[in-house]
């Protein structure tokens, strides 16, 4: 079993819908939980981090934790063709004392007009 | 420059071959890690750098990965002997701050072993 999970999808979703993507992990030594997004034959580029249990708005975007039941969701509102991309989740517990990143598989969004 | 620069952008090795793979960081950063991306998965943990001191080679498949940061800027991930299981995307990534949260990636290199 890996550390973190998350659905590959792929997931379609008409402009505007409300999108909810997900992840559990396993390790609970995990403090900080972030959101990547990675366009095609692009980088990974952070979207938001959320440090233990809680909310974080940003925008459209909306990052959750609950440390209790070992899962974290980023809600997308309003969502655009703009947002079309792999999102990957990645997790640290700076183990060592550096941010050692931990991903999940990556759940690809198609969002169509 | 303005962020992570690696090259080559794309790789095709012959399996048997040594290849090389170079990544520079923004500069300043101390912390820099190199990721493997398997089609399809996310990103793994090969390797990280404080400076030029390699603190954690934890994820290096096997001894034929090698890693090297010898200025603490520039840093080069060496493969022998490629394997068609090497073919992957390698992404370096690098952080201001030993404790950042913030890692920005380079585009990544795709190498392709045939």
């Known amino acids: 079993q890996k550390e973190v999970e998350q659905d590959p999808g792929p997931l379609s979703v008409p402009e505007g819908a409300i999108v909810s993507l997900n992840c559990t992990y396993s390790n609970s030594a995990f403090q900080y939980f972030m959101w990547y997004r990675q366009y095609s034959r692009k980088g990974p580029e952070l979207l938001m981090y959320?440090?233990?249990?809680g909310n974080k708005e940003d925008g459209r975007f909306t990052a959750q934790v609950d440390k209790s039941s070992k899962y974290i969701s980023l809600f997308i509102r309003d969502s655009q063709p703009s947002d079309s991309a792999t999102y990957l989740c990645?997790?640290?517990?700076?183990?060592?004392?550096?941010?050692?990143?931990?991903f999940g598989a990556g759940t690809r969004l198609a969002v169509h007009p | 420059g303005a962020g992570v620069s690696q090259s080559p952008r794309y790789k095709v090795a012959k399996r048997g071959q040594d290849v090389a793979l170079r990544c520079d960081p923004i500069?300043?950063?101390?912390?820099l890690f190199w990721y493997q991306q398997a089609l399809g998965q996310g990103p793994e943990f090969l390797t990280y750098?404080?400076?030029?001191?390699?603190?954690?080679k934890s994820g290096l498949p096997s001894d034929r990965f090698f890693a090297e940061r010898p200025e603490g800027s520039v840093s080069t991930l060496k493969i022998q002997r490629t394997q068609q299981e090497d073919s992957a995307v390698y992404l370096c990534a690098s952080s201001f701050l030993i404790m950042n949260t913030e890692a920005f990636f380079g585009q990544g290199t795709r190498l392709t072993v045939v």
């Open positions: 750098f404080q400076n030029e001191a390699q603190l954690d």
């Open positions: 959320t440090y233990s249990s």
């Open positions: 500069s300043g950063h101390v912390s």
């Open positions: 990645a997790m640290s517990g700076f183990s060592g004392g550096y941010n050692k990143l931990i």
